[in-house]
């Protein structure tokens, strides 16, 4: 008899932990599927980092997804592009991609400056060349969107515009 009252005392210990373990791991069940649910949904979306966002957009432009792509550019640049003529469009969108020839990005690097930020991509073409593309960013919600003018950005320009400063610091070795 001993030993079953110890073994009733024992259950009745753990007995508070357990129920206070399932009710933590149910509610973290029930917000997970509820989350999912929720981007599966469209109600709510995964933010992208600047350099996933240049990338997406030039893959975008390149594989001639042109909604996609717009989805990517600022509110500011999203009525520039608006304002352009068919001709205008199309030009700037074989520019960007080099007569969609452009086979790979390789991203540089970025750098972040709160609400805006600069992002580098090596954009190889045919044959065997590759082009430096810089793209400005400002922080639009949630969102990082490409800033007017597209494809057009000097890095150093750039960062010297958020960045007055940085011209006097030494690079990083």
């Known amino acids: 008899m001993k030993y ?3 073994l009733m005392n024992g259950v009745r210990w753990i007995t508070p932990i357990e129920r206070w373990t ?3 791991a149910v509610g973290l069940g029930v917000l997970t599927v509820g989350w999912i649910i929720a981007v599966l949904f469209g109600l709510t979306s995964i933010s992208l980092s600047p350099g996933e966002v240049v990338i997406a957009f030039y893959d975008a432009v390149q594989e001639r997804r ?3 792509a717009t989805e990517f550019l600022s509110d500011a640049a999203k009525t520039e592009l608006a304002a352009l003529s068919v001709d205008e469009y199309d030009t700037l969108m074989r520019d960007l991609t080099h007569d969609f020839t452009s086979s790979e990005l390789d991203f540089l ?3 972040n ?3 805006n930020a600069v992002a580098g991509v090596l954009q190889d073409m045919q044959p065997d060349t590759v ?3 810089v793209e400005v ?3 639009e919600g949630r969102h990082w969107r490409i800033e007017w003018p597209l494809g057009v950005a000097n890095w150093t320009e750039s960062v010297d515009r958020f960045d007055p400063a940085a011209r006097f610091r ?3 070795q």
Do not use: I, M, T, Y
Request: aromatic share 8%; proline share 4%; no cysteine.
């Open 4 to 6: 079953l009252e110890r």
């Open 22 to 24: 399932a009710g933590v």
């Open 66 to 68: 042109f909604d996609d």
């Open 109 to 111: 690097g970025v750098q």
């Open 113 to 115: 400056f709160g609400r």
């Open 131 to 133: 082009e430096l593309r």
């Open 137 to 139: 960013l400002v922080k």
């Open 170 to 172: 030494s690079p990083r």
